[in-house]
């Protein structure tokens, strides 16, 4: 095998336990960071396992196994198999009793946990609830037939009109607007979070349908972002790093 | 007493019975001839005399190991019962496509016994026992004609370099201690050691 020749020797002596103190720091560090030095210490520890073997020829007292097999006897594993069947006919009632004890605390622990589903598939059954209101609200915003209407004073002339909802917790940003002017061609507008301070960030680039109308959500923003206000301008296609034109709608937090 | 007490006295009771009404229990003649990966999933299956018998495969090994480094019988038969107890609690900790049953016992055994002479708690947790090796020593001709290779190949190697791989394995000594007892420079303790350790593989390797 093919190791770092710079450790050998210690990989021989720790796979005995016999490296001790900055040198026993230095190789765990290093098989820290390499396979090929760590399985040539498995190894090493698989050799000295033959060092063991040149001993036997000492045998424990009968009275260990007899021990040992009491002892596991106490400790069942997890289905203990048992090959005979005894021969006393009380034994099937001590079973049956034992088995009786343990219906009983499974039934316990059964309705407890009946308890703990029923609690969880109502949480769950209110968190679906949510999450479908949440789903209609989205659709609803951003389904291209949904009818969008500014109820404004009468007379009043159609204005362009946006309303950005906005989470600085979650950086979820949705813009809707109507009545908005059509745009010149290779243009497009840009939505802008102005922050407390620093420059405004862009938030999206959008056009309006044949209705004036506009359902954005926007990219994500960094979580944590304060806005101070929101603003749009006319921008190219692609949109721009930074305002490029005068402002054409701004709206502050309510 | 509450019903989990009453439970485990119960189930108590029963292993007793199960115990005494069989004095020759388990009966391991049919798991005797399991290879050791059968014996290890009768014994995740918890099945008792697949655990007798595999003592009755390795006892032999762990016991001789225990006893070498102790030199007391008593402690190395509490050593013995420590090392099968907490494989059958825990024989999950041995990973069988990383190596064999019977010299992962044995590298286990000696750590622990190790830690008993140095008078530490045991530090040798069977879950942190990682080895690598191709030896299979489930059949009693195996370890026979294993014993006698091993034994063969450690008087050929020169007396000081058997000498240091037996200080550091049954003695547990560093090689700072092993080259303070015997008056070597570092450097050469270190080298016996990792030449001794591949000659016994090489000796295998074939």
Redo the contacts between chains.
Sequence with gaps: MSVHEQY???L??H???????EELVVLQKHLQTCGECS?EL????????????????????DR??K??????????????????R???GW?GW??A??AI??A??SWRQNAGLQRSLAESSHEQAREMAELQRARRVVAALTSTDAMHVTLVHANTPPQPQGRTIYSPHQGTLIFVANNMPALPAQKAYELWLIPMQGAPLPAGVFKPDTHGNVSLIAPPMPNGTQAKAFAITVEPEAGSPAPTSPVMMVGTGE | MT??R??QS??????????E??ND???TGVKGALSDGGLVA????????A??AL??RY???????A??VLGD?AA??DI??EV??SF??RSEAFDAH??NL???L??V???RA?DRLRKQRPETDIEG???????D?AQESD?AR??ER??R??SGLPAAQKSA??M???E?????E?AAKTGEPLGTI??R??TG??A??KA?AT
């Design positions: 050998a020797d210690d021989a002596l796979a005995l336990g016999a490296l001790r103190g399985r498995e190894q090493l520890r698989g050799d000295t396992a033959l060092i063991g073997v040149s001993v036997t020829g000492a045998h424990p007292p260990s196994r021990r040992l097999l009491e002892a596991i006897a106490g400790e069942p594993r997890h289905s203990p198999v048992h090959t005979r005894p021969a006393w034994l001590a079973v009793a034992a004890v343990l009983a605390i | 019903i989990g009453k439970v119960a189930l108590s009771l029963c292993s007793v019975i199960f115990t009404k069989g229990l388990p009966d009768a014994i995740r299956a918890g099945d008792q005399s655990m007798a003592y009755d006892s032999g090994i762990v016991y001789a190991v006893l070498r019988s190395a038969e013995l019962q099968f107890l059958w609690r990383r190596g019977g010299p992962w044995t590298v055994t000696r750590n190790i026992v990682v080895l690598l090796t191709d030896h020593w370890r294993l014993l091993v034994r190949t450690l791989l037996e550091a394995y049954f547990g000594l560093s090689h700072t092993i270190k080298a050691i990792r350790l591949a016994l593989r295998f």
